[in-house]
């Protein structure tokens, strides 16, 4: 099992960046892809952004096209921990952000994921 606890949503104007975090505990968190996702009110869930676990031969790190050049991914194994960083955000980005793991290759749909966080409300106002 891998316990995930997002953090770090709120209320921001457009225009302005947050900083989410995932604290990870239980397996060893460098085995797994880790992803953000978010959903909107009224929408399905949907990709944000993927990085690939530690160790492989040739790492990975992919973004929806809606957040390419405003959101980066990290993650600091020190402290089992990823981020999100959101730069220049939108009211579109309003959604209740969570991260999740996967044990699969390039995950990018929400089937390929094993655990999941609770999630965290953004919210950009216009």
């Known amino acids: 099992q891998v316990q995930l606890v997002e953090s770090g949503g709120g209320l921001v104007q457009a225009g302005g960046s947050l900083r989410l975090s995932c604290a990870a505990s239980?397996?060893?968190?460098?085995?797994?892809?880790m992803g953000w996702f978010r959903q909107a009110p009224g929408k399905e869930r949907e990709f944000v952004s993927v990085?690939?676990?530690?160790?492989?031969?040739?790492?990975?790190?992919d973004y929806a096209d809606s957040v390419k050049g405003r959101f980066t991914i990290w993650r600091d194994n020190t402290k089992n921990t990823l981020y999100l960083q959101m730069n220049s955000l939108k009211p579109e980005d309003t959604a209740v952000y969570y991260c999740?793991?996967?044990?699969?290759?390039?995950?990018?749909?929400?089937?390929?994921?094993?655990?999941w966080g609770q999630g965290t409300q953004v919210t950009v106002s216009s």
């Open positions: 239980g397996r060893t968190f460098s085995n797994y892809a």
């Open positions: 999740a793991a996967s044990s699969g290759y390039r995950p990018t749909r929400i089937n390929e994921y094993d655990y």
């Open positions: 990085l690939s676990r530690i160790g492989m031969s040739r790492s990975y790190v």
